[in-house]
């Protein structure tokens, strides 16, 4: 079972990203990461692994 993320700011962000990703392709949802300092293991795994994204890190 994936741990669930108890940080907000960082959960927002990589939700940010990830719809970012999904609308405006990988650059855009690399550069919303990046930007709000989500770590680039984070945004690798949620980005290029979406099997292993926590269930937090589903957007609608």
């Known amino acids: 079972m994936k741990k669930e993320r108890v940080n907000g700011k ?5 939700k940010t990203g990830i719809a ?9 949802g ?7 300092q989500v770590p ?5 795994r949620v980005i290029l692994s979406p099997k ?3 269930s937090s890190d589903e957007v609608p």
């Open 10 to 14: 960082l959960e927002a962000a990589v």
């Open 52 to 54: 292993s994204r926590r």
């Open 40 to 44: 680039v293991e984070i945004a690798a």
């Open 20 to 28: 970012a990703v999904l609308s405006q392709g990988f650059h855009e």
């Open 30 to 36: 690399i550069k919303v990461m990046k930007d709000n």
